[in-house]
């Protein structure tokens, strides 16, 4: 196994951990969160992971003043309490059309403790959005490959509003969320930046929570956490350890580096490795597979998820990568692309995992093309690499033998159960921003989830231990597993949402939607309906791909494995009170 390394940071340098930018608006969050004591053990393997979707909320201790209606239909008191019009008691979820559905919580009443925490009084809880600077030249470059323009003002209208209408549903106990924009002085690697707008932040506004970062640099997160304040989404360049040492300010959406590549390792080593390769091109075609990697360079602690890859696959699979090639910058791939290129083509190298950003594969695709170098490309969970919208960019005639596991996942037509179809729903408009502003949501509805199930006695520990102890919220072909904690699924603890992956393969003819519902030539399809798998539960069989009997682009209904939010849900306060979905 041989490694080469381009010297020198580019200008959008360290692109790899920057998937969970917009590989967001493709992720609909929803998180159920009471407090359930669960034992503290770490994961010992796939064998230790639970059933998928374990949890019974019932027999559960709830912080003092908590309640929800699964308990209380269980113990036979829903009369002692008051679930208001925002639950359906036919269901004791909130009618809220989001999928999957979420528990109901009482209305609190009585003393809340006051001032809990920093940036928690009787009345409020402040939280600051940190919003990217205007014009941030890499945003734009990003933002400019896929179409997505965003106008000032936009970003935080669409805080405003869903706070409005999650205000409307989730429980703070007798107090408001207050969010304060505060918009960045620096662009998203800028370090010395980050570290300045954290300190005004903590000096000057004194929030109990901040959401969104410069998604570049850590500096940011860091930062935030030593003035003790709770950070959701700050950064996505943190590994487990990141999160860890920051125990109980930081938290995120997306998997980890590491979480995903122990994903993608099982999926190698049980589907790939020792199989022909069947969908490469040319001589190589059935050929016994010799799989390379190529990975974008980041910082040292980045090194560390493939590190524990490449061991995975010798511990677990007798396997070994032929060859690792790195790369700081993606405009610079012209160069040094054809070099790597070249090498896995003399080597025989018939399949090669891509771990890093968007860009890089347009040149990586083309160069392959005119070297006559057909190999099979496989998807590691770089979510914006997955995104249709910019593998439509790729040359296709390469990115038809694309296939791999992703944490993505089709969605429903007309809107119901999506971000856009609840601000619809709720508003009689699309947000402000359109799909841009979809990235307020999953961390919104994290931080809201957590906020709820830590009860009146509001603190970052409390938090924590609301997270941690929340039930695990299952998966369908429409929305991942949620969980936090150490619930036996990855081996450190986990800070971040997502738990599991599903299997796609892409399709250059079929006309699908791509992230922000526009329609357009060229999809990825979800192997067997989207079906999804935690650690350890990968198919030990070759890849369900390139079917589109079996693949989905996305589902004209509600899969019969997702729930469906009744049709006859109407909000119950702002400007469409009381009306079904328009």
Not at 182 to 204: L, W
Not at 245 to 267: C, H, I, S
Not at 440 to 465: I, M
Request: some cysteine.
């Amino acid at each position: 196994m041989s490694g080469d390394r381009t010297e020198g940071p580019g200008p959008i340098a360290r692109w790899g951990p920057m998937v969970a930018i917009l590989g967001a608006i493709a992720l609909l969050v929803g998180v159920v969160l009471v407090a359930e004591p669960i034992a503290d053990a770490r994961a010992t393997g796939p064998s230790s992971a639970p059933e998928r979707g374990a949890g019974d909320t019932t027999e559960i201790e709830l912080p003092p003043g908590v309640m929800t209606f699964e308990q209380a239909k269980a113990k036979g008191t829903l009369d002692d309490y008051d679930f208001g019009d925002r639950c359906d008691p036919a269901t004791g979820t909130l009618a809220l059309p989001l999928a999957p559905q979420q528990n109901c919580f009482a209305k609190f009443s009585g003393d809340n403790g006051g001032a809990t925490a920093t940036g928690v009084t009787a009345d409020k809880i402040k939280v600051v959005a940190y919003l990217n600077q205007p014009n941030d030249p890499i945003l734009e470059f990003i933002y400019g490959q896929i179409g997505l323009e965003t106008k000032p003002g936009e970003a935080e209208k669409a805080y405003d509003n869903f706070n409005e209408i999650f205000a409307s549903y989730y429980e703070f106990y007798g107090r408001e969320v207050e969010i304060i924009p505060y918009i960045a002085t620096g662009n998203i690697q800028d370090s010395v930046a980050a570290t300045a707008d954290a300190e005004t932040i903590a000096r000057d506004i004194k929030p109990f929570a901040v959401i969104n970062g410069p998604q570049l640099s850590n500096a940011f997160a860091d930062t935030i956490s030593a003035n003790g304040i709770v950070c959701m989404g700050c950064t996505s360049t943190g590994d487990d350890e990141f999160y860890g040492e920051r125990d109980p300010y930081q938290w995120g959406v997306q998997k980890t580096p590491t979480q995903n590549l122990v994903l993608v390792a099982e999926y190698l080593g049980k589907r790939l490795i020792d199989r022909p390769a069947k969908w490469a091109g040319g001589p190589l075609k059935d050929k016994p597979r010799k799989i390379a990697m190529i990975a974008a360079e980041g910082t040292e602690q980045n090194d560390a998820p493939i590190e524990m890859f490449t061991s995975i696959l010798a511990e677990d699979y007798g396997a070994e990568l032929a060859n690792i090639q790195r790369y700081d910058d993606p405009l610079a791939l012209g160069t040094t692309g054809r070099a790597m290129l070249s090498q896995f083509k003399s080597e025989g190298i018939t399949s090669i995992v891509f771990v890093g950003d968007p860009i890089a594969p347009q040149t990586l695709t083309r160069i392959a093309s005119e070297q006559d170098y057909h190999p099979e490309w496989i998807t590691s969970g770089s979510s914006l690499v997955e995104n249709n919208v910019f593998s439509r960019t790729y040359d296709q005639d390469q990115w038809a033998r694309a296939f791999g596991p992703t944490s993505l996942f089709p969605r429903v037509d007309g809107g119901i159960g999506t971000p856009i179809g609840l601000h619809k729903w709720y508003f009689g408009t699309e947000p402000p921003g359109g799909a841009a502003a979809l990235l307020t949501v999953p961390n919104l509805q994290v931080l809201f989830g957590g906020l709820q199930g830590a009860g009146p006695d509001l603190t970052a520990e409390h938090f924590r231990d609301a997270l941690f102890t929340a039930p695990i919220l299952a998966g369908s072909p429409i929305a991942p597993q949620i969980s936090f904690g150490n619930r036996g699924f990855f081996p450190n603890t986990d800070y971040v949402a997502l738990d599991d992956m599903t299997e796609i393969s892409w399709d250059p003819d079929v006309i699908a939607p791509d992230e922000g519902g526009k329609e357009g030539k060229g999809g990825w399809r979800y192997s067997d309906g989207g079906k999804r798998y935690l650690p350890g539960e990968w198919p030990d069989d070759e890849p369900h791909v390139f079917d589109a009997e079996t693949g989905v682009t996305n589902f004209e209904a509600f899969p019969t494995t997702a729930e469906e939010p009744p049709a006859d849900w109407a909000p119950v306060s702002g400007p469409r009170k009381g009306k079904t979905y328009p």
